[in-house]
């Protein structure tokens, strides 16, 4: 089937009103032969404020609501999801151009971080603190915070947005979502999905979720609006550079998951099959599009050419074409500037010494208007500024060390700082890489790559990552307010300190 009308399909199974599909001037192209699947609307600023509205009013009414009973629309999601985890998949493949596994691997996400925010919302608890004064107790609350404002990028146009979604809600916020304007069909699906489950659950105030459709203009206006108390970005470091200063100029609070850079070290003892399967799903999976992709490789001399050679014969390998065909693990990248920008990285690799094996185009039958490269793998004797650089292509530089503690100080020397990984079997040197003196980024790992991080632990990195953390642990901590309530009990008014005070 063509793919504008197998989009279509799948939208009106997801409850999309494909009305909306051919009213605009917003093209939105299937990465996997660059043709148009639809055009939307774009939101005008005076809608953008209409949707603020709504949701501002939704977080007035919402806040009041139990959170086990908000945490029970999110169950409810959750099994709407389950049920429509196929085709929310193949849109997500038609959309970002990942494979297949891929598309249902972001929609598991979504499920798995709907599960953990109905569980969360049994256990939004604040501590008890022993009060210096006698007869008074100290406690910590947890309140909503209000509106949360979630940009999302293109590469995970759905699951980064549920990390963001499913907290906020079951914390009492509502929320406002600016979509990738290369992904607005899955937020569209996402979003009918969750009226279903609100429609469902019936007493649910409109305007829990508004999605703006649009480019960067709108993105600013979130930035910008201080009705937006906890403002959620994922994307690009200059991204980020951009719009943090705009929600620090109204004391707003922001919460950042920009590029990564992530480094890998292959020690003496590295277990080198594993090593090999591992480095192949994260630098060449997701065709090196995620923020996580494996991007830099630090290798003991000893292992180098072992490992070279396995990873060569691999990448040779590697089945590129349509997303959409069971065989392909990898698929194209969003559009040909990113080809050209990938090109553009090589050419300036191969400047500076560096040997470039891959990276051509590849020309995938019924696919010519899709931008396809083979994986590139880059022997590069120093770590230049292209290696410091995120290109967002499947590229991997080699680098080789002989000393460990130069192997860290390599690993940390980029400008961000999201995940990371060491191969060992050598206990002391997995120990150090993870220690205050190791690896410097918001995740480590041990004898797995970087990428393809559980909802479980909060996810998000150190430096121009942009220090914000999303998704499990108690990263829901940042999408509400946190009141110190000290009451007495006492009768008597014993002042803090002992400082006495009275007529
Ligand atoms: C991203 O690329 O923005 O850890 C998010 C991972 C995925 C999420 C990636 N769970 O690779």
Same mark, same amino acid.
């Given at each position: 089937m063509?793919? +504008? !009308?197998?989009?279509a399909s799948l939208l009106t199974h997801l409850g999309v009103a494909t009305d909306q599909l051919d009213r605009g001037d917003l093209a939105v192209r299937s990465p996997i032969d660059g043709g148009t699947i639809a055009r939307l609307a774009a939101t005008p600023p005076a809608d953008a404020d209409a949707a603020l509205k709504r949701a501002h009013a939704a977080y007035l009414a919402w806040r009041k609501v139990p959170p086990p009973r908000r945490g029970e629309l999110v169950r409810r999601y959750g099994i709407l999801l389950r049920q429509h985890k196929a085709e929310l998949g193949e849109? *997500?493949?038609? =959309?970002?151009?990942?494979?297949?596994q891929e598309g249902l691997g972001e929609v598991q996400e979504m499920i798995d971080i709907s599960d953990f925010a109905c569980g969360l919302s049994r256990q939004l608890h604040g501590l008890t603190i022993a009060s210096e004064r006698p007869g008074h107790r100290m406690m910590e609350q947890w309140h909503p915070a209000g509106v949360v404002g979630v940009v999302s990028a293109f590469n995970f146009p759905a699951a980064v947005w549920a990390w963001n979604a499913t907290l906020a809600w079951v914390c009492g916020d509502? *929320?406002?979502?600016? @979509?990738s304007e290369r992904t607005p069909l899955t937020a569209l699906a996402c979003a009918a999905l969750f009226n279903a489950a609100a429609r469902e659950l019936g007493e649910v105030p409109k305007g829990l979720l508004e999605v703006l459709v649009g480019g960067r203009e709108l993105g600013t206006l979130l930035a910008d609006d201080p009705r937006i108390a906890v403002f959620s970005a994922t994307g690009s470091c200059a991204m980020?550079?951009?719009?943090? @200063?705009? *929600? +620090?100029?109204?004391?707003?609070? &922001?919460?950042? =998951?920009?590029?990564g850079n992530n480094g890998a070290i292959v020690c003496p003892s590295a277990d080198l099959a594993l090593t090999e399967r591992a480095i192949l799903f994260a630098a060449a999976g997701t065709a090196g599009q %995620?923020?996580?992709?494996?991007?830099r490789l630090i290798v003991h001399e000893s292992v180098c050419d072992a490992l070279l050679e396995r990873l060569h014969s691999a990448w040779r390998r590697i089945p590129v074409g349509n997303p959409l065909d069971p065989t392909p693990l990898v698929g194209p990248l969003i559009d040909s500037a990113a080809g050209t920008a990938?090109?553009?990285?090589?050419?300036? +690799?191969? =400047?500076e010494g560096g040997t470039v094996r891959g990276g051509e185009k590849i020309s995938v039958p019924g696919c010519e208007g899709g931008c396809y490269r083979r994986p590139a793998l880059v022997e590069i004797p120093a770590q230049c500024a292209v290696v410091k650089r995120e290109t967002f292509a499947p590229i991997l530089y080699v680098m080789r060390y002989r000393d460990f503690d130069d192997a860290i100080a390599l690993h940390n020397d980029v400008p961000?700082?999201?995940?990371? &990984?060491i191969f060992t079997r050598d206990l002391t040197e997995a120990e150090r890489f993870l220690s205050t003196t190791g690896s410097d980024c918001g995740i480590a790992n041990v004898n797995i790559g970087p990428s393809g991080a559980e909802i479980g632990g909060a996810f998000g990195g150190e430096k121009d990552t942009g220090g914000g953390r =999303? !998704?499990? &642990?108690? +990263?829901?901590?940042?999408?509400? %307010?946190?009141?110190?309530?000290?009451?007495?009990? !006492?009768g008597a008014l014993p002042l803090a300190q002992g400082i006495r005070f009275g007529l």
């Amino acid at each position: 089937m063509e793919l +504008a !009308s197998l989009t279509a399909s799948l939208l009106t199974h997801l409850g999309v009103a494909t009305d909306q599909l051919d009213r605009g001037d917003l093209a939105v192209r299937s990465p996997i032969d660059g043709g148009t699947i639809a055009r939307l609307a774009a939101t005008p600023p005076a809608d953008a404020d209409a949707a603020l509205k709504r949701a501002h009013a939704a977080y007035l009414a919402w806040r009041k609501v139990p959170p086990p009973r908000r945490g029970e629309l999110v169950r409810r999601y959750g099994i709407l999801l389950r049920q429509h985890k196929a085709e929310l998949g193949e849109l *997500v493949t038609i =959309e970002t151009g990942k494979i297949r596994q891929e598309g249902l691997g972001e929609v598991q996400e979504m499920i798995d971080i709907s599960d953990f925010a109905c569980g969360l919302s049994r256990q939004l608890h604040g501590l008890t603190i022993a009060s210096e004064r006698p007869g008074h107790r100290m406690m910590e609350q947890w309140h909503p915070a209000g509106v949360v404002g979630v940009v999302s990028a293109f590469n995970f146009p759905a699951a980064v947005w549920a990390w963001n979604a499913t907290l906020a809600w079951v914390c009492g916020d509502s *929320v406002v979502w600016k @979509p990738s304007e290369r992904t607005p069909l899955t937020a569209l699906a996402c979003a009918a999905l969750f009226n279903a489950a609100a429609r469902e659950l019936g007493e649910v105030p409109k305007g829990l979720l508004e999605v703006l459709v649009g480019g960067r203009e709108l993105g600013t206006l979130l930035a910008d609006d201080p009705r937006i108390a906890v403002f959620s970005a994922t994307g690009s470091c200059a991204m980020g550079k951009a719009l943090a @200063p705009r *929600v +620090a100029a109204r004391l707003g609070r &922001s919460i950042l =998951e920009l590029g990564g850079n992530n480094g890998a070290i292959v020690c003496p003892s590295a277990d080198l099959a594993l090593t090999e399967r591992a480095i192949l799903f994260a630098a060449a999976g997701t065709a090196g599009q %995620r923020c996580t992709t494996l991007r830099r490789l630090i290798v003991h001399e000893s292992v180098c050419d072992a490992l070279l050679e396995r990873l060569h014969s691999a990448w040779r390998r590697i089945p590129v074409g349509n997303p959409l065909d069971p065989t392909p693990l990898v698929g194209p990248l969003i559009d040909s500037a990113a080809g050209t920008a990938m090109d553009a990285a090589l050419a300036e +690799a191969r =400047e500076e010494g560096g040997t470039v094996r891959g990276g051509e185009k590849i020309s995938v039958p019924g696919c010519e208007g899709g931008c396809y490269r083979r994986p590139a793998l880059v022997e590069i004797p120093a770590q230049c500024a292209v290696v410091k650089r995120e290109t967002f292509a499947p590229i991997l530089y080699v680098m080789r060390y002989r000393d460990f503690d130069d192997a860290i100080a390599l690993h940390n020397d980029v400008p961000q700082g999201l995940a990371s &990984s060491i191969f060992t079997r050598d206990l002391t040197e997995a120990e150090r890489f993870l220690s205050t003196t190791g690896s410097d980024c918001g995740i480590a790992n041990v004898n797995i790559g970087p990428s393809g991080a559980e909802i479980g632990g909060a996810f998000g990195g150190e430096k121009d990552t942009g220090g914000g953390r =999303e !998704s499990g &642990s108690d +990263a829901w901590k940042a999408y509400m %307010r946190r009141a110190t309530c000290t009451i007495n009990y !006492s009768g008597a008014l014993p002042l803090a300190q002992g400082i006495r005070f009275g007529l």
